[in-house]
């Protein structure tokens, strides 16, 4: 038999002998070019959506609607400037507490920053997180709002005045000759500051509505300080009358005498009482009268046909404030109710050298009025040249003849009369014929080239008076006034007789004065009417008529004014009764 090979027969228990192997090349290119793969994927989509995204103001930006997304800040700007204004208010309608007010804006000078506009927008980013966003989310930029010039300003003053109510102050009230509470009450004030606001934001949002804020204004005087008042004030201010002891001469002054110049004013929170020295002293006048001297203004009197200074003279009089610190120191007391007050010297207001220096040194200007005589007329016109003789009317100063006649009434010495009354017929009242006076003035005024403020011509002319240079006054509604600016003193006399009135002024002659009087125009005849009981009339026609006042100084004209007038025709009146005047 034939032996075995043994040579290639492994031992028992030895593992087999493997060949050792080395990677795989192509497999780890596969894993490089599936890296690179991915890599250019996510680099060819950044880049598209950079592209998408732009490089100026970012995809989906809004501006009231207005869409800027994409766009270079030029063209945002632009497109803003083109379309952003059609979507702003041109008004806005304010609340404020219950006020309304209509804002224009352009008023208030409400405009848009374009430019910051679109800077607030910002631009594209090349963040990856921020190009994803910008196109995948809208994003809305409110107006940047600036405000031009002061018209806001003006705007929130205008709308504060509409809306601003003061606070009632607690105080007491002594007008019925008793001390009674007044209650505080609180105002309200416009919140400026967060109104402007208001407005800017309303107009940035495009709104045409908005409320504003108010604020309470409160009073500095609660209710228990008017009740700490009423009892320590009030009411022992009105318990009794006070004996005001005048160079230890009595006087009882009755609670009714001193109540209505008698007040409470706040001070630091805390009231206080408060009496009008003037008022109380003028009512107390004629009581005072017998213990005072009264100080006398230097004036001038008319010698040998030229001015001649009178005079001032000094007095004793109770002055207003000491009357006043008296009566407040005795109001407070239960007992010994005594205000003590002594005569001081009274200074004139216009001294003797004051009166030399006001050029009153010749005539400037007279005029006459003659008239019919009634009984009724010649009283009222030697009444009235009797309270205007002797005014004095300093440089600069406004003349009011109202003012200085003071009111026709029967106590001031004034009988009723004929006086041109409604529709421009003759009625009777207190003072008829006291335009006499005022023509005569006016004239006077006219001649001594003072500054008219106020006239009033007669309705219908009435033949004794010249065209368009004569006045006529009523108390409350016409009056005569002048400035004089003449640069020195005004002194009138006036003096009547039972038919004519005469008015002379005194002063430094200014200019030569001469009057022109132009033709009768629109020449308007009268009707007749016949009524049961009234004053008759002869009937007068109606026109126009310019005259010119002409100012010249050495020959030469300065200047000249012109007076255009109006009369209407007046009714022939035919009275089946007559009134006698």
Not at 420 to 445: E, M, P, Q, R, Y
Request: aromatic content about 6%.
């Amino acid at each position: 038999m034939a032996e075995a090979d043994t040579s290639i027969i492994p031992a028992l228990g030895d593992e087999p002998q493997q060949p050792s192997a080395s990677p795989d090349p192509p497999s780890r290119r596969l894993v490089w070019i599936l890296l690179l793969a991915g890599f250019a994927i996510l680099l060819l989509a950044y880049t598209i959506a950079a592209i998408a995204a732009g490089s100026g103001v970012p995809r989906g930006t809004t501006v009231l609607g207005v869409d800027i997304g994409g766009m270079s800040r030029t063209d945002a700007e632009q497109t803003l400037r083109s379309e952003l204004p059609a979507r702003l208010p041109a008004r806005i309608q304010v609340t404020a507490a219950d006020t309304q007010v209509a804002v224009t804006t352009a008023d208030a000078g409400l405009s848009v920053d374009y430019a910051a506009t679109v800077s607030a927008a910002g631009t594209s980013s090349l963040n990856p997180i921020s190009i994803i966003k910008s196109l995948t989310t809208d994003k809305s930029v409110d107006p940047v709002v600036t405000t031009t010039g002061d018209g806001m300003q003006k705007t929130v003053a205008r709308i504060a005045k509409r809306v601003h109510q003061k606070p009632s102050e607690g105080a007491i009230d002594f007008s019925d000759g008793t001390a009674r509470p007044v209650e505080p009450k609180p105002g309200r004030e416009l919140d400026a500051a967060g109104t402007r606001t208001a407005l800017e934001t309303a107009y940035g949002d495009g709104a045409s509505r908005v409320e504003v804020p108010v604020k309470v204004a409160s009073p500095t005087v609660d209710a228990a300080e008017v009740q700490r008042a009423m009892e320590q004030l009030g009411r022992p201010a009105v318990d009794s009358s006070v004996t005001l002891q005048v160079s230890g001469h009595p006087l009882d002054v009755p609670v009714r005498t001193f109540t209505p110049y008698l007040s409470t004013k706040p001070v630091r929170g805390k009231l206080t009482l408060v009496i009008d020295g003037p008022g109380l002293r003028n009512a107390l006048a004629s009581r005072l009268a017998p213990y005072e001297e009264k100080a006398r203004d230097a004036s001038f009197r008319i010698v040998g046909g030229k001015p001649e200074v009178v005079p001032a003279v000094a007095g004793k009089e109770v002055a207003p404030g000491e009357l006043a610190s008296a009566m407040l120191a005795a109001l407070p007391k239960s007992i010994d109710r005594v205000a003590s007050v002594t005569p001081t010297r009274a200074d004139p207001d216009i001294t003797s050298e004051e009166a030399r220096q006001l050029g009153v040194t010749e005539k400037i200007s007279s005029w006459t009025t003659n008239f019919p005589y009634a009984a009724y007329r010649a009283h009222n016109i030697g009444r009235a040249s009797r309270y205007l003789n002797g005014a004095l009317v300093l440089p600069n100063q406004e003349f009011s003849f109202n003012q200085r006649i003071g009111e026709r009434t029967e106590a001031r010495g004034f009988v009723a009369g004929i006086i041109i009354g409604g529709g421009g017929s003759f009625d009777k009242d207190l003072g008829g014929g006291v335009s006499a006076v005022a023509t005569t003035t006016f004239n006077a005024i006219f001649y001594a080239g003072l500054r008219d403020v106020e006239h009033h011509p007669h309705s219908f002319w009435i033949p004794r008076y010249p065209k368009g240079t004569e006045a006529t006054v009523f108390w409350g509604s016409k009056d005569l006034r002048f400035v004089n600016d003449s640069g020195h003193g005004v002194f009138i006399t006036a003096s009547s007789t039972d038919t004519s009135v005469t008015v002379t002024f005194w002063g430094t002659k200014k200019y030569s004065i001469s009057r022109i009087e132009g033709p009768e125009r629109n020449v308007r005849p009268y009707d007749t009417v016949e009524k049961d009981r009234c004053v008759p009339q002869e009937g007068m026609r109606g026109f126009d008529v310019t005259t010119w006042r002409v100012f010249s100084q050495s020959g030469h004209e300065m200047r000249r004014e012109q007076f255009n007038t109006h009369y209407l025709p007046a009714d022939k009146i035919i009275c089946k009764e007559e009134i006698n005047p």
